[in-house]
């Protein structure tokens, strides 16, 4: 594994001249996505690699993006009453014409979902931080295709044409916004849209994608059982963790992890790293409920882990 410094690699034009440092191990875990490892990290002579890149060998894909409206507002959380749930907007009950629409004309059509979210409301020291200040977060689907040809335009400095289409697609996510959550209306000072071209800046998203590999059944056909829902790779001490390891979302990365440890750990390592976190589960029972046994706190812990 070969690392360096973030500032000098935002910093440098050529990277073959960042100094990097050599890290040497038995086995390495990725938990990049398989996007980033066979098109980014690994190098691109493996002969995995080239089969990676073969269309004919896959029909996954990585996940679509997003875009993220980041919204500065006047006031106190609790002085304009804004509201510590998220809320999720739909735009009809036919989502999939929605997202064909959306898709195919996204400065005109509104997003079918939109999530807004109050992060100032759940965070307590917020007010200390930053008084007389509140903000908000509106998520949406961006594909990396709309933005595609600014990709190699320099952070913050893509040109009119990307501002004005970036403007386009704020506007409907603000117009959600002050639908949904009227007491913000006057109070809006800033706002700022990032795209799945931040991703791939911030984030080191392959094409924007936020979830790394697409949630599709065919992410289960037996063409694609070598890429993904498996720990393994065909490179001796490379192996996957998160959902490329399992399945997609939060508990399939959770689980996935699980399965790339216990890849590494073999069968009686697993058994430990089981035990290991059945004796946490268990430990905290207690302390929940002091006057739980300890078979009684192990024995609530099976069954809690096996719901």
Known sequence: VRVSNTDELEEASDLDKVPMVEVRAKNVICATSIFNLYNKLLPQDLPAVKKFQDPSKRTIRQSNGHVFLFVKIRGDPDEIGLPQNNIWYFNGYDLDSAYDQYFSNPTEVRPPTVYIGFPCTKDTSWKKRFPGISNAILISDGLYEWFEKWADKPVRNRGEDYLEFKDKLSSHLMDILLEFVPQVKGRIENFSLGTPLSECTFLGSYKGGSYGTQCVPEMLAPINRE????????????????????????TGAMYGGCLGASAVLGKMGSLRLGWAILSHLATHLRQENPKLSRVKSYALAIEKFME
């Open 227 to 250: 890429w993904t829902t498996t720990p393994y790779t065909d490179i001796p001490g490379l192996y996957l963790a998160g959902s490329d390891a399992f399945l997609p979302s939060v």
